[in-house]
């Protein structure tokens, strides 16, 4: 991981300083509430449809151990509202059917990020040093500036990677940390990276999506993807340069956003994001960002060059961790004895195929901790779990977990004489559901029992969903399905993306669900990336799970032996699915379609 | 930085040669010949294009006048202002200047470079040493 240096923790102190100055005066009211607003909104603090929500930055997703202690204290301090906002809420949401509303408890996000739905707004402030004791911070984790850096959940171990992003990553995040020309662009602006064959990141969806690779002569650079995003108008990122070299990087994204900070609508929400930029302006848009780029190199003499010292400084911080105890085995015997085990062990032998990934170092594996189970919503921790993922982390994988993309915890750095350990511990934790890129591993934003953008609830159709699912043969049967749901057109849950897609709207204040299928975030189970196509009317609430089910079941039906539901659907078309989907249709909303 | 009450801007002064610019022009296609200062306009303080025209003519334009930020000019964006190539603000009419200082004296470096300190952090006076004390893993 990163380590800080003094510089990096005095300026996130400093930032835990100003942000407490800002407060004052807002608590004063020197400071009005719609001055305040962009200036919380850029270290994280939005207010939400009951209380305060806080989103802290994880940079690419890397934790420590001792971070992620400090979450779960906060977890458990502070997530917790007080009496009368959290009657207000339960009672409000009670009469949509949400039974109870969790507290004391973190969300992991699609953007590796983490966040909490009830810190009181008047100790913010108190958080913000709290996080700032342990070299973390909510800076640019939303507002209209470059947010968090996300990147492949297996960056640095993955048997496929060409380059390691992490050290990019981090020389790209200190470059937009506090970027004075940037803080107010004209809507939110979100890079991916990604250094492997596999794109773990959905790069295609990203404001910027970068991919590391050589070029003939071996030679490190990036191709530069921009302008792809979802929301009202999914659209997939072009490539604008098939090859930088890497130490131009920064330079070049200072001509993309200047040329979007200049160019980009501010008179639409709805049309501010750099996609309809490039739409619209086409090749005209990337000869203005090569022309700026020009300019960047010989008129101001390309001062953000990197210099090899620099990244030879930033990677020195990413060396893998030295292994504790003696040297692991992979060897045939250890081989035997896990596959042994599995044979023995139905339960264990899937946990080794789904949650178990290969690593660079043959004597290791990444193992995904799965934060999708009955009784939570996906991607929640409670103070305890992030406890435990702590112990977990230190005792299997040098300290360090990863917050993935899919919302669950992987620990990047565990030895594989050790799996039968951890998968015992992490399964007494209730983290060992074999579930990983399986249907109930799905994605899903918190919705409308929560977030003040939403148009319906997300979490009681995943609650359905993952009910309805419980049977760990069915599920595995049904193989590898990307489930994604969103409560509103915002997109945080991904649902354009989805092989099967759920998107939340408001009709006359009833909550109705739009299925979509045949998404694609690009990855090679999921093929080019393309956004999904609506099947047909919005259904009713409890119709949903009834329509994922005979969607399932069209596909088991036309499936040829071990082909999966994406690569029927591209082969069957949509057609058999959407005759499915609309025969369970109780109601009609055709209005809606 | 200067920093000018509401009340005390006057847009044309004294004779000097001042030039306002909507903040959707591009400053490199006009012709700065003989002008003193600029005036450039934030309509909404989170309308963040003056600040890459600043960029743009102290930086690329090597403009050496004055750079003056007028509209919803509020104290908590003195400091990117000034570091974009603002070395004048007139703010709005409630800000507290007993606040403003205080907002520049608060970092003391940035990481990356700017219209005024052109150098990014990992350049110039490079701390390389990892922090000493009770660092996360």
Sequence with gaps: ?593 | MKLIAANAHATGARGLNVINIANDADPRTLNLDGVERIDLNFPKFADGRAFSQAFLLRRRLGFKGEIRATGDVLIDQLVQMQRSGFDAAVLREDQNLDFAQRQFDRYQAFYQGDAVTVKPHFIADRVSTPATEGAAA
């Design chain 1, 1 to 593: 991981m990163y380590q800080y240096t003094d510089f990096d923790r005095q300026f996130v102190r400093n930032r835990a300083d100003q942000y407490r100055d800002q407060l004052e005066r807002n608590l004063a009211g020197t400071l009005t509430d719609d001055d305040f607003r962009p200036l919380r909104l850029q270290n994280g603090w939005y207010i939400q449809r009951y209380a305060p929500m806080l989103r802290v930055a994880v940079p690419y997703g890397e934790l420590a151990s001792s971070q992620l202690r400090v979450l779960a204290k906060i977890a458990r301090d502070y997530d917790q509202p007080n009496a009368q906002v959290y009657q207000t809420a339960q009672t409000t949401q009670a009469k949509l059917g949400t039974a109870k509303l969790p507290t004391g408890y973190g969300h992991f996000t699609t953007r590796q990020n983490i966040q909490y739905n009830w810190i009181p707004l008047d100790k913010s402030a108190d958080v913000m040093d709290l996080l700032a004791s342990v070299d973390m911070h909510g800076i640019q984790t939303s507002g209209n500036c470059i947010r968090n850096i996300t990147s492949d959940e297996r960056a640095g171990i993955a048997v496929d990677e060409l380059v390691d992003p992490r050290p990019f990553c981090e020389i790209l995040r200190q470059w937009s940390t506090l970027h004075p020309e940037f803080a107010f662009l004209p809507r939110k602006f979100k890079f991916a990276v990604s250094g492997a064959l596999e794109d773990r990141a959905a790069t295609h969806w990203h404001d910027v999506g970068l991919h590391l690779l050589r070029n003939a002569a071996g030679d490190i650079g990036f191709k530069v993807l921009v302008g792809g995003g979802m929301g009202r108008t999914p659209v997939i990122a072009s490539t604008i340069r098939d090859f930088l070299p890497w130490n131009q990087i920064l330079n070049y994204l200072e001509a993309v956003v200047r040329v979007y900070n200049r160019w980009g609508r501010r008179d639409n929400m709805y049309k501010a994001r750099i996609k309809i930029l490039v739409k619209a302006e086409g090749q005209r848009f990337t000869d203005e960002v090569e022309a700026e780029y020009r300019q960047i190199i010989e008129l101001d003499g390309a001062p953000h060059t990197i210099t090899q010292d620099e990244l030879d400084r930033v990677s020195a911080s990413f060396v893998p961790p030295a292994l504790q105890g003696d040297k692991p085995d992979s060897t045939q015997k250890v081989v035997q004895i896990l596959r042994a085990t599995a044979e023995n062990d139905v339960e264990f032998s899937r946990w080794l195929k789904q949650n178990v990934a290969p690593h660079k170092n043959p004597d290791l594996r990444a193992v995904t901790l799965s934060f999708k189970r009955l009784g939570h919503a996906p991607g929640d921790a409670t103070a305890d779990q992030l406890d435990t993922a702590a112990d977990l982390a230190d005792q299997f994988s040098a300290g360090e977990v990863r917050v993935t993309h899919d919302q669950n915890l992987l620990l990047p750095w565990v030895r594989c004489d050790q799996l039968a350990e951890l998968w015992h511990a992490a399964r007494k934790a209730g983290l060992a559901r074999s579930n990983i890129r399986l249907l109930t591993d799905m994605i899903s934003c918190p919705g409308g029992d929560f977030c003040a953008l939403a148009n319906a609830r997300s979490i009681p159709i995943a609650e359905a969903i993952t009910e309805r699912y419980q049977d760990m043969d069915e599920l595995h049967d049904l193989g590898e399905i990307d489930l994604h749901i969103s409560g509103c057109m915002n997109s945080c849950g991904h649902h354009h993306s989805g092989h099967i897609g759920i998107l939340g709207i408001d009709k006359d204040g009833q909550e109705w669900y739009q299925v979509s299928l045949g998404g694609s975030d690009g990855s090679t189970l999921s093929g080019t990336p393309v956004p999904g196509k609506v099947v047909g009317p919005s259904f009713g609430a409890a119709e949903v799970p009834d329509v994922i089910e005979a969607v399932l079941d069209t596909y088991r039906r036309e499936r040829r032996h071990a082909e999966t539901f994406i690569a029927t659907f591209r082969r069957v078309g949509m057609d058999p699915f959407k005759v499915a989907a609309n025969s369970v249709r109780q109601t009609a909303m055709a209005e809606l379609a």
